[in-house]
């Protein structure tokens, strides 16, 4: 949506800004940084601090920046002596209640009471110290609460709440109010599920991490962005590092959500079923090796297998980088001369890859944040942050809603969304295209849609044919829905600006889940929205995209058919399997195997030869994410591991075959892959008719319990593992 | 339990407030029926509440400690309230306090177990020239001396036989 600009002036400089924003985030923007202690960007301000005043003029008193908007013609003062000494009074109020331990407090640094009291040069309070000696709560072993810091912002109470988990709240009023939970218990008496959201947004040192103290000043710690890769949801994560390794893991914004096993999860980097060096099996038993060893020993073995290439297969965990797909697929195809070459992507999603192809010829990005969203459809989309699916897409999904988007539930499955849904279409099984036909047979039928909606699209004029010819009563018959209920949400849709469709492995499990998702894509393309698949691993769309899939080659090209998929090879029966990360299996696929992993896992331990392997946070490349995104990773050195990654033994071992000169570091292979156009970046959609048909099968891999499915043995061997339990039991 | 039908309870005004809005009004109207029934909130009776009303324990509670009424602990049959006022105080309210607490074995703002006397402590009460002076639910007792104590103590066990 092209944002209106508006002119206005903050202090005496006239800028250009986008209509009705946020006043303090508008002038971040063009680098005014107005102090505030209770502002949450992208969210409505609450005025409660008083910090962010501003003189505006026209306007008697100073008012709070928070809550206003940017308007044509304004004109603020951020800086005046009388602000300052506003603010001033403020800090110093604040700091009358605040302990003045700077010099040992982790937060020092980060603080944000602090930077302001050194802005305004308040050195102590003029007002009398008040203590209030609240309790501590630090037994859970993530997070530590120390209230005697807290200035009462309520920030960590508006991330808590708008993400729906609700624990923390202000209790009390007055002098003694406080923010804490129900009861004042600990917060491993309630039901938080230590998404860490409270810890990044506290602005003081109320809220910490379990054994974050002395572990280095902020300004001493080493920061680096990367991504994680331990779920679909691909969060970004800044990783903190001391003189003795990580020390904290946080999420780049104070309002973007990172869950538990992101944020504290890296313990797992160095625990003891983390797999330190090459081994061999000998005599039945694994043995440490050399690298040189193992790789002897590994491409002997696959010399010979060269001879037989429909017997050899590679199979990654879809949260490898692009580098080491492209060049595993490259393995496989080029240096053996088999199709065998897949990711764990496939076991939950057998339909996004067929549909998009034919849809698009690739996966386009997706043009707008899920949070730009006023109406959200679920289709067999099964995230929760409780039992841990997704847990990002979860808080994304209700943060969207708090903030005032409508949601569409279509689903045959009780949803976990029922009680924050618009609409609630429970579905007959397997009926995702009878109810996707009925909308579209109920907006186009009854004109509920502007014509300069729908997007640019070939072959378009023949679905609204189809949709006009269909009987929506009949369809939402057999979908199992009232036409009433249909006709609502055909509203709700209608009046959206801009509606999104999340699909996951309640659709693409489904034999005919492909069908289901380019009926989503026609209702979007019709309604000017867009479709976000809601994948389960990391890196599902960018092992595609490399190649690494028995449907495509690099770039989207269609892959000759014929390859075995995943699933297939797991039954057993090849001569040789290269097996990267977590590949869920039971018992021995294949006569000789080759697992890379960073922890011991099934796949490993009947192994012939175990490689090791980069675990989330080590990892170097990029991943395109589920919005169809690249995003980087840069590694942190956080293990003694003797690892190498994915992509430089497939080059390695390459090379060793007879498949030519290997690619010397990751710009070689950054640059090899480059070549490949991505077709995507004018997205055309050639729209095909849909003819319902009723879905059957559910994925093997679902979202309840994918998290462990595709990464137990790294958040096995983290502490967060009996956060996990625990999510089991709930 | 309590009748929670707040469209039909506030009539047209409803219509205006937010989804919060409803809920606190509902929410207070609420607390206010189970204290009239209970003597507090139960943690239990409150848990029943947030479930049926969709709202979270956190807002249930926050709702509540907004206001300085609602208790979260069993209450005594007699509440007695030594006044702390400058007045009170400085005639030895801390005595009287002193000599309850001792008696009862509770401290301000604490329960006996046999639910018999809660004790507290108030700002001024408006008869200072009473002072020091305490309360027995309604009923104002001015010029506390020992022999006044003895009589409180006396007036809180009588009732439980
Ligand atoms: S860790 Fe997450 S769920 Fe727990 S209190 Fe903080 S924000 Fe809420
Ligand atoms: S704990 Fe931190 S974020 Fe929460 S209200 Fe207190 S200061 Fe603000
Ligand atoms: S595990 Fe998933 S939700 Fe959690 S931080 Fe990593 S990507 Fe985000
Ligand atoms: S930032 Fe505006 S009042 Fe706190
Ligand atoms: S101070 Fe006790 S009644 Fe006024």
């Keep these: 949506m092209a944002d209106k600009i508006i002119t206005m002036e903050i202090d005496g400089h006239s800028v250009q800004?986008?209509?009705?924003?946020?006043?303090?985030?508008?002038?971040?923007?063009?680098?005014?940084d107005i102090p505030n202690l209770c502002h949450l960007e992208h969210m409505r301000g609450v005025g409660a601090c008083r910090m962010c005043m501003v003189e505006v003029e026209g306007s008697r008193g100073p008012n709070t920046a928070c809550t206003m908007k940017t308007k044509e013609g304004l004109k603020i003062k951020t800086?005046?002596?009388?602000i300052k000494d506003l603010r001033k009074m403020v800090i110093d109020l604040i700091l009358s209640m605040h302990p003045l331990d700077c010099m040992t407090c982790p937060k020092a640094g980060v603080c944000w009471l602090q930077d302001l009291a050194y802005r305004l040069d308040v050195r102590e309070s003029n007002y009398t110290r008040k203590s209030f000696n609240h309790a501590i709560d630090d037994a859970n072993g993530f997070i530590e609460r120390d209230p005697n810091y807290c200035i009462l912002c309520g920030k960590c109470v508006r991330v808590c709440t708008a993400q729906n988990t609700n624990i923390l709240e202000f209790m009390g009023r007055g002098v003694g109010a406080k923010v804490?939970?129900?009861q004042d218990k600990p917060l491993h008496e309630t039901d938080c599920t230590f998404c860490g959201s409270c810890l990044d947004a506290c602005p003081v040192n109320a809220i910490l991490e379990s054994g974050r103290r002395a572990k280095g000043r902020e300004w001493q710690l080493e920061k680096a962005d990367t991504t994680c890769t331990l779920c679909g949801s691909a969060c970004s994560l800044v990783v903190s590092e001391g003189v003795d390794g990580i020390v904290k893991v946080t999420s780049p914004k104070p309002n973007a959500f990172i869950c538990a096993v992101g944020r504290f999860g890296f313990d797992a980097l160095n625990a003891d079923t983390r797999v330190m060096n090459p081994k061999i099996r000998k005599n039945g038993a694994l043995e440490d090796a050399s690298w040189e060893d193992a790789l002897d020993a590994v491409s002997a073995k696959l010399k010979a297998a060269k001879a037989n290439p429909a017997k050899v297969g590679i199979i990654a965990n879809a949260s490898v980088t692009n580098e080491d797909a492209y060049m595993l697929q490259k393995l496989g195809r080029a240096a053996v001369g088999t199709n065998n070459v897949d990711s764990t992507a496939s076991l939950s999603d057998t339909a996004t890859i067929p549909a998009y192809l034919k849809a698009f010829g690739g996966i386009p990005e997706v043009e707008n944040c899920l949070c730009d969203a006023d109406l959200i459809v679920t289709m067999g989309v099964n995230a929760s942050q409780w039992s841990r699916a997704l847990p990002a897409h979860d808080a994304k999904i209700r943060k969207t809603v708090s903030g005032g988007a409508k949601l569409i539930v279509l689903d045959p499955a009780d949803s976990a969304y029922a009680g924050i849904a618009a609409k609630n279409l429970k579905l007959a099984e397997g009926t995702d295209t009878y109810a996707l036909a009925a909308i579209m047979a109920v907006l186009v039928k009854e004109n509920m849609i502007p014509a300069e909606r729908a997007r640019r699209t070939d072959g378009f004029d023949a679905v609204k044919a189809a949709a006009s010819a269909d009987d929506a009563a009949k369809l939402a018959e057999a979908a199992g829905l009232s036409l009433d209920d249909v006709k609502e949400a055909a509203d709700l849709i209608a009046k959206a600006k801009l509606p999104m469709i999340l699909y996951s492995t309640g659709v693409t499990g489904k034999d005919n889940g492909a069908d289901a998702v380019l009926s989503a894509l026609n209702l979007a393309a019709l309604t000017g929205g867009q479709v976000i698949p809601v994948l389960l691993?990391?890196?599902?769309?960018?092992?595609?995209?490399?190649?690494?899939?028995?449907?495509t080659l690099p770039g989207f090209a269609a892959a000759p058919a014929g390859g075995m998929s995943a699933a297939e090879m797991l039954k057993g029966g090849?001569?040789?399997?290269?097996?990267v990360g977590d590949v869920p299996v039971s018992g021995k696929p294949a006569s000789f195997v080759v697992a890379q992993v960073s922890h011991m896992n099934d796949m490993a331990s009947s192994a012939d030869v175990v490689l090791p392997g980069p675990a989330f946070i080590e990892q170097d490349g990029s991943i395109i994410n589920y919005y169809g995104a690249e995003r980087t990773l840069w590694s942190t050195i956080a293990s003694e591991a003797e690892y190498f990654s994915p992509w430089e033994v497939a080059a390695e071992l390459s090379e060793r075959i007879g498949g030519g000169e290997r690619a010397e570091d990751i710009e070689d292979v950054m640059a090899e892959i480059e070549q490949f156009a991505m077709p995507c970046d004018e997205p055309v959609l050639n729209a095909a008719v849909i003819k319902p048909s009723k879905g059957a099968g559910s994925a093997s891999i679902k979202s309840a319990g994918s998290m462990m499915a595709l990464n137990g043995s790294i958040i096995g061997a983290s502490r967060v593992a009996k956060l996990m339990r625990e999510a089991v039991k709930a | 339990m309590v009748s929670m039908d707040i469209d039909k309870e506030m009539g047209a005004v409803a219509g205006v407030l937010s989804r919060e809005q409803k809920q606190k009004g509902m929410l207070i109207h609420a607390f206010q029926e189970i204290q009239k029934e209970c003597n507090y909130l139960p943690e239990e009776t409150l848990e029943t509440l947030g479930r049926e009303l969709d709202v979270p324990m956190s807002v249930v509670y926050s709702t509540a400690s907004f206001y300085k009424h609602f208790y979260f602990k069993p209450?005594?049959?007699?509440?007695?309230?030594?006044c702390t006022g400058t007045a009170c105080h400085v005639r030895g309210a801390s005595e009287v306090l002193k000599a309850l607490e001792g008696e009862f074995g509770v401290k301000e703002g604490e329960t006996t177990p046999d639910l018999s006397m809660t004790l507290e402590t108030v700002g001024c009460v408006g008869c200072c020239g009473l002072a020091p002076v305490a309360t027995?639910?309604?009923?104002v007792i001015g010029e506390i001396d020992m022999k006044r104590v003895a009589e409180i103590i006396k007036s809180v066990k009588e009732d439980l036989s």
């Design chain 2, 136 to 139: 027995i639910n309604e009923d």
């Design chain 1, 79 to 82: 800086d005046s002596a009388q």
């Design chain 1, 574 to 579: 090849l001569d040789f399997l290269y097996a």
């Design chain 1, 537 to 551: 691993d990391a890196n599902a769309v960018g092992a595609a995209m490399m190649g690494l899939s028995t449907a």
């Design chain 2, 75 to 82: 209450r005594g049959k007699k509440i007695v309230k030594v």
């Design chain 1, 180 to 182: 804490t939970t129900a």
């Design chain 1, 17 to 32: 800004l986008p209509d009705g924003m946020n006043l303090v985030d508008a002038a971040r923007m063009v680098g005014v």
